[in-house]
C-alpha cells in the first residue's frame, strides 16, 4: 500500500516570499491533516479536511496560510508572505476513519532565510 | 482546549534496563495513540489505544490507557539501542473526528 507522499522535500526561500506544498493521501482516506513541526516540538495541527470540506482551521494563520483539497483527494498548503517563524516541517497525514491512526508523510522542510 | 503533556522529555538509559514514559492529558478522550520518529524522519505509528484498560504491547514496547486518570504510558522493557528514538503520545477528542493533539515528544537515548 502506498503511504501519503509529500513534496517538496526541502524549501529554502527568503522571508515574503511564497511557497505550496502538496500532498497526495492513502487512496481513499477521507480524512487529511496538515500539521506544522517546528524543531523539537510535537506537530501542531494546522488544518483538517474530511473530503473537500474544512473540519478544522482554526490554528491556521489565515492571514498568511492558506489550504485547499480539490476532489477531495490531493491537498495543497501554501504560505504567502513567509516569515521566520515559519521555518519549521510540515507533515501531511491521513486517515481512513475513525478509530484508526493517522499516517503520516515524510513532511517537507522550510526554511526562511 | 486540549493538551497533552508528556514527562520525561528527556530520557537517557542503558540497554537492558525498564522505564516508562508517562502521558497525561486535560480533556476526557477514550483515543490515544503512540508514535515514534527517528531523526529527519516522520512519525511512525506504534499503538491506538480506544477505550479505558487497554493494553497493547510490540516487542519491548508496551502502551496502556487509564481514561479515569487521563494517562496513558509506554513502558520499555529490557532496552535495545535501536528504541532510540522521540516518542510522542496523541489525543484525539470528539469521538475521534478531531485532529490529534500531540505532545511534546520524549526524547530517548539508549546506551550500549
Known amino acids: 500500500e502506498a503511504g501519503v507522499a509529500q513534496s517538496p522535500r526541502y524549501k529554502i526561500i527568503e522571508k515574503r516570499q511564497s511557497v505550496a506544498f502538496w500532498c497526495n493521501p492513502i487512496s481513499g482516506h477521507a480524512t487529511l491533516y496538515w500539521y506544522q513541526q517546528i524543531l523539537g516540538q510535537g506537530p501542531k495541527l494546522l488544518i483538517q479536511f474530511q473530503n473537500n470540506g474544512v473540519v478544522d482551521d482554526s490554528q491556521l494563520p489565515k492571514d498568511r496560510f492558506s489550504a485547499e483539497r480539490l476532489k477531495g483527494v490531493d491537498s495543497t498548503l501554501k504560505i504567502q508572505p513567509a516569515k521566520l517563524e515559519d521555518s519549521a516541517v510540515y507533515l501531511c497525514?491521513?486517515?481512513?476513519?475513525?478509530?484508526?491512526?493517522?499516517?503520516f508523510g515524510q513532511g517537507t522542510r522550510l526554511t526562511v532565510v | 482546549e486540549l493538551k497533552v503533556e508528556q514527562n520525561p522529555l528527556f530520557l537517557s538509559m542503558q540497554e537492558g534496563k525498564n522505564y516508562t514514559i508517562y502521558c497525561n492529558y486535560s480533556t476526557t478522550s477514550d483515543r490515544l495513540y503512540w508514535y515514534r520518529q527517528d531523526p529527519g524522519k516522520s512519525l511512525e505509528s506504534l499503538f491506538v489505544?480506544?477505550?479505558n484498560g487497554a493494553v497493547k504491547q510490540e516487542g519491548r514496547l508496551m502502551a496502556s490507557l487509564d481514561t479515569k486518570a487521563r494517562l496513558s504510558t509506554l513502558h520499555i522493557t529490557a532496552a535495545v539501542h535501536d528504541l532510540s528514538a522521540t516518542y510522542f503520545c496523541a489525543s484525539q477528542w470528539g469521538g475521534g473526528a478531531d485532529g490529534l493533539t500531540f505532545g511534546k515528544g520524549t526524547h530517548l537515548i539508549i546506551q550500549p
Open positions: 489505544l480506544l477505550s
Open positions: 497525514a491521513s486517515q481512513l476513519g475513525l478509530n484508526t491512526e493517522a499516517f
